[in-house]
């Protein structure tokens, strides 16, 4: 079955740039029916949406984001890819990847990577 | 604050039916579907409910979700003490060209 996993730092420093990567196993990236999304939940807090990527590399962001962000694809290693830049201590968080099916009659994350804490420190 | 609004706690006793409201607006709920999310302690959002009333495979019928015009709600009924965990709604917002995610809710199963 298809599994999402994401890897990366555990620890970024204040102002540096926040990278991780989510591989996609079990199945291809390069489906029309899916885009490729992170989402994020500070320590004890909600979910909040960071952007989407489509296989053909194009993107949407969270617009509370969008300056700082930035979303990859590399289809051939099937993994999608995340950089956030200019990280202070309210951008630590469990970071998830995940499947968004775009379907008429479904647009949802149905698919979510286990998650990975990143904590801004120095 | 997130866009969408959920009561931050719910409860309720084993066999019990609880709901969980979502409240947003026209460029949201008002104009695309809701979907559910539930979040185990510990672990990743999984989907709950998509396109306001459907179950992904394997999610029992006690869950159900309904909408109705800016708001929507989601049923747990026999409560089970495995429900107990965070409830997210979410939606597109046409209006910020993106995903918005309620703000949460904790079901106790007391």
């Known amino acids: 079955q298809v599994q999402l996993q994401e890897s990366g730092p555990g620890l970024v420093k204040p102002s540096e740039t926040l990278s991780l990567t989510c591989t996609v196993s079990?199945?291809?990236?390069?489906?029309?029916?899916?885009?490729w999304g992170w989402i994020r939940q500070p320590p004890g807090k909600g979910l909040e949406w960071i952007g989407n990527?489509?296989?053909?590399?194009?993107?949407t962001y969270n617009p509370s984001l969008q300056s700082r962000v930035s979303l990859s694809v590399n289809p051939s290693k099937s993994q999608f890819s995340l950089k956030l830049t200019s990280v202070t201590a309210a951008d630590t968080a469990v970071y998830f990847c995940?499947?968004?099916?775009?379907?008429?009659?479904?647009?949802?994350?149905?698919?979510w990577g286990q998650g990975t804490l990143v904590r801004v420190s120095s | 604050q997130s866009v969408m609004t959920q009561p931050p706690s719910a409860s309720g006793t084993p066999g019990q039916r609880v709901t969980i409201s979502c409240a947003g607006s026209?460029?949201?709920?008002?104009?695309?579907?809701v979907n559910w999310y539930q979040q185990l302690p510990g672990t990743a959002p999984k989907l709950l409910i998509y396109?306001?009333?459907q179950r992904p495979s394997g999610v029992p019928d006690r869950f159900s979700g309904s909408k109705s015009g800016t708001s929507a709600s989601l049923a747990i009924s026999g409560l089970q003490s495995e429900d107990e965990a965070d409830y997210y709604c979410?939606?597109?917002?046409?209006?910020?060209?993106?995903?918005?995610f309620g703000g949460g809710t904790k079901l106790t199963v007391l």
């Open positions: 979410a939606a597109w917002d046409d209006s910020l060209n993106g995903v918005v």
């Open positions: 396109s306001e009333n």
């Open positions: 026209n460029s949201n709920i008002g104009s695309n579907a």
């Open positions: 079990g199945g291809s990236i390069s489906s029309s029916s899916y885009y």
């Open positions: 990527v489509y296989y053909s590399g194009s993107t």
């Open positions: 995940a499947r968004r099916v775009d379907l008429r009659q479904q647009k949802a994350f149905d698919l």
